[in-house]
């Protein structure tokens, strides 16, 4: 079934010209540029018989796409010792020194072989780092196994080895929104914090957004703080969950300050005088003055017709 996944999404792929191409503009179609011409290649290499190749000659890819190949991975063993490896892993060519391949896809297919100690069944074909990338992409993409922030992280390094997204789009089966939200997180989120995360595959992509919305706010946490934020126990998923809990209460508490900074200092309260019912508070260059009784009313209008023999009477001595 997956191998029928993988095929079905190469002959769609094969299928469809190049953006580029449909807008009238020049198309290299030398390996590995073109997609088209890339679903070809693996096309070749599906027609191929495979290899029982050394787990030891294996050497692993440059760009990982998935951020642990042991998650899971006992009832992959379980499954290889049962039944065999079912679908092969694709492998090319190294040069110089160290081990004779390198993988494309399959990793955790020869990591289960390898804790089995057997030889891994693989596909090995001539590639350049290009069309190595591209083929990962295509095969992970088919078989739907990354999680978000997988295929996020993925996605930034594909773009920082010159992919344009409009091709990685096509080699991610994503659409361009999705594309955007994808790279916005890998960038924006600290790599150390999303590593300590893991890859929480049952997350989906909400909290991963909200995070990236929490990291990018206005006198947010600085990396290290939100890296000390994570749990160090817990699901990936849970850890994710706990962080952005975090984060969300350092920002509540963070606009209440400004609320409250906002609204300025309470009034100071008023002084009460000595067995009455007068009460006074002086600020700066005013001066309040409260009764409490209606009928001591009057005492306001008495130190308003004092208050020029009073002033006289303080000019006089200052």
């Not at 440059?62 to 892993?89: H, K, M, N, Y």
């Not at 020194?97 to 896809?105: L, M, Q």
């Not at 996020?152 to 594309?179: H, M, N, S, Y």
């Not at 939200?181 to 790599?191: E, T």
Request: hydrophobic residues 40%; proline residues 4%.
């Amino acid at each position: 079934m997956k191998r029928d996944l993988l095929a079905k999404s190469l002959a769609q792929m094969g299928s469809k010209p190049l953006v580029a191409a449909e807008a009238g503009s020049k198309v290299d179609e030398s390996s590995p540029r073109s997609l088209k011409s890339m679903s070809d290649v693996l096309s070749q290499v599906s027609a191929q018989a495979t290899q029982d190749v050394d787990v030891n000659e294996i050497g692993d890819s440059e760009i990982a796409d998935r951020f642990d190949v042991s998650e899971g991975l006992d009832d992959l063993i379980e499954s290889i010792r049962t039944s065999g490896q079912q679908l092969p892993a694709l492998l090319r060519y190294r040069r110089g020194p160290g081990p004779r391949y390198e993988v494309v896809y399959g990793r955790r297919r020869i990591a289960a072989c390898r804790v089995l100690g057997i030889k891994v069944k693989a596909y090995v074909k001539e590639m350049d780092h290009r069309e190595a990338l591209v083929s990962q992409a295509l095969e992970n993409s088919a078989r739907l196994e990354r999680s978000f922030i997988e295929q996020a992280i993925f996605a930034t390094k594909l773009e920082d080895q010159g992919f344009t997204r409009a091709e990685i789009g096509d080699v991610l089966a994503v659409d361009k929104g999705t594309l955007s939200k994808l790279i916005g997180v890998a960038r924006d989120v600290p790599d150390a914090v999303i590593y300590k995360i893991g890859a929480a595959h049952e997350a989906g992509r909400r909290p991963w957004l909200e995070l990236r919305r929490l990291v990018k706010t206005e006198n947010a946490p600085s990396d290290s703080s939100v890296l000390l934020l994570v749990p160090e126990e817990g699901t990936a998923a849970e850890k994710l969950s706990a962080v952005i809990d975090a984060l969300q209460k350092v920002a509540d508490a963070q606009q209440n300050a400004a609320e409250s900074a906002a609204k300025g200092p309470s009034p100071a309260p008023l002084n009460k005088m000595h067995a009455t019912s007068v009460a006074f508070r002086s600020k700066g260059q005013r001066l309040l003055i409260e009764v409490s009784d209606k009928k001591e009313r009057g005492f306001i209008n008495f130190v308003e017709t004092q208050l020029e023999r009073l002033y006289k009477e303080w000019k006089e001595k200052s």
